[in-house]
């Protein structure tokens, strides 16, 4: 099921309390960016395939990474991209996508998606695993 591009911002914008929809959308493409460095391969296209149009190509469009961002990494990463974020505001925002993404791609498609990312993730998702 693909969300429409309102709807997902909808989303985004409930869960980081944003004051409006242009402000959600800032912040999704700034994290789908930073993500879509992360993801190779058939799980990022299988997760662009469910995403609106003009963020999947964001995500398949990604920031170069060097190497995968710890958790923190990406946080700061992400702080760093989005104007006028801190690191305690773009943990907020950084949630606000992905658990938004996390409810998008499904459980079995998130399964493979943590498989790709470093320790850590599960949380920035909203999805933490059990040891």
Do not use: K
């Not at 909808?10 to 944003?18: F, K, N, P, S, T």
């Not at 058939?42 to 149009?53: F, G, I, Q, S, T």
């Not at 999947?56 to 946080?75: D, G, M, T, W």
């Amino acid at each position: 099921m693909t969300l429409r591009h309102e709807a997902f911002l909808a989303h985004v914008r409930e869960r980081g309390e944003y004051e409006s929809l242009d402000e959600a959308e800032r912040v999704a493409r700034v994290v789908l960016a930073l993500l879509g460095a992360h993801l190779v391969g058939e799980v990022r296209a299988r997760l662009a395939a469910r995403l609106p149009e003009e963020f999947a190509l964001i995500l398949l469009n990604p920031l170069q990474s060097a190497e995968p961002l710890s958790p923190e990494r990406f946080v700061r990463a992400a702080a760093a991209w989005i104007e006028g974020a801190t690191e305690r505001t773009a943990a907020w925002d950084v949630s606000a996508v992905l658990s938004t993404v996390a409810d998008t791609a499904g459980d079995d498609l998130m399964g493979e998606i943590l498989i790709q990312l470093p320790t850590g993730y599960d949380l920035l998702f909203g999805r933490p695993q059990l040891t």
